[in-house]
């Protein structure tokens, strides 16, 4: 029983390459475990640990039950390291997002992969790979991960998915998702909410649903103007900057101008969304003779 346990646990710990932390879990286990496969299976084994008793003075009528007493606290050791997967795995996910939060992207990557071996079902490990898949372009990797969390109903990670699916241009495989998961995000953090709905208006946009769009959006952009969405939201353009197309689409061209030069004003290069939309933003303003 001891050594299937050990079967199951060394190769979640050492799958995805693991460091100290994983080698001394797994090292002291392993090698009683090996000492007891030995001692039960081998003369010399059996001899070798009657001398380790005697050593310790344990009385020759007590050395079966000392026998006993290691293989049950072999095993208690065994069951607790199994039963605490779970809590190893988010151990390493934490890991990973300190290394991701430093730039280290590859031990990041190896730390939620480790995180994941332990517990294939950490939606919150999946979904930092796939935010660190996205960074790296990997983007079919990317939806793969986030697709495992969304069974787990991580709206985070429906959200990030919904907007791959937006970029793909397939925007009946978006609204689905950001619909259901904007019903599930009352308690969510406004950044998160904010996100979502600006993503629902761009999937809407993107179905010529002109009306939907503009009243989401709308909506996005009345939570990104309160004093606490000035405060937490950094891509308030966005929301604006589609707003504009919504209102270039119905022809309302004073009111696109209106929302194109808050896009400009507000906008960055540096989110991965905003400069095409800049661009756009730049040759409407230019049209009109607007600075």
Not at 59 to 80: D, M, N, Q, R, W
Not at 152 to 166: D, F, K, P, T
Not at 168 to 197: C, D, F, H, I
Request: glycine share 6%.
């Amino acid at each position: 029983v001891n050594l299937s346990l050990l079967v199951d646990i060394v190769p979640r710990f050492l799958s995805a390459g693991t460091g100290v932390a994983g080698v001394a879990v797994v090292a002291f286990p392993s090698i009683l475990t090996l000492l007891q496969a030995r001692t039960e299976l081998t003369q010399a084994g059996k001899e070798g640990f009657e001398k380790l008793l005697n050593r310790l003075r344990i009385p020759k009528p007590y050395h079966e039950e000392a026998k006993f007493a290691s293989t049950l606290l072999l095993f208690g050791v065994l069951v607790l390291l199994f039963s605490n997967k779970p809590a190893f795995s988010d151990w390493y996910n934490r890991q990973g997002v300190k290394k991701y939060n430093q730039g280290h992207l590859a031990g990041a990557e190896a730390d939620y992969l480790q995180a994941l071996a332990l517990d294939p079902d950490n939606a919150n490990a999946h979904y930092n790979l796939g935010s660190l898949y996205e960074d790296l372009q990997k983007f079919d990797k990317a939806k793969s991960q986030y697709q495992f969390a969304v069974k787990e109903n991580l709206i985070r990670a429906q959200n990030n998915l919904a907007r791959l699916w937006i970029l793909e241009n397939k925007p009946e495989l978006a609204t689905p998702l950001l619909w259901k998961s904007l019903q599930q995000a009352g308690n969510e953090p406004l950044r998160v909410r904010y996100n979502l709905m600006k993503n629902f208006g761009w999937a809407l946009l993107q179905q010529q649903q002109l009306e939907q769009a503009e009243t989401i959006l709308t909506g996005a952009i009345d939570l990104a103007s309160t004093p606490e969405g000035l405060e937490q939201i950094t891509t308030r353009a966005s929301a604006h900057c589609l707003l504009a197309q919504v209102y270039e689409q119905q022809t309302r061209n004073s009111q696109a101008l209106e929302e194109w030069q808050t896009c400009s004003q507000l906008g960055s290069i540096v989110n991965p969304d905003q400069p095409k939309w800049l661009i756009l933003a730049h040759k409407a303003l230019k049209k009109a003779g607007k600075p």
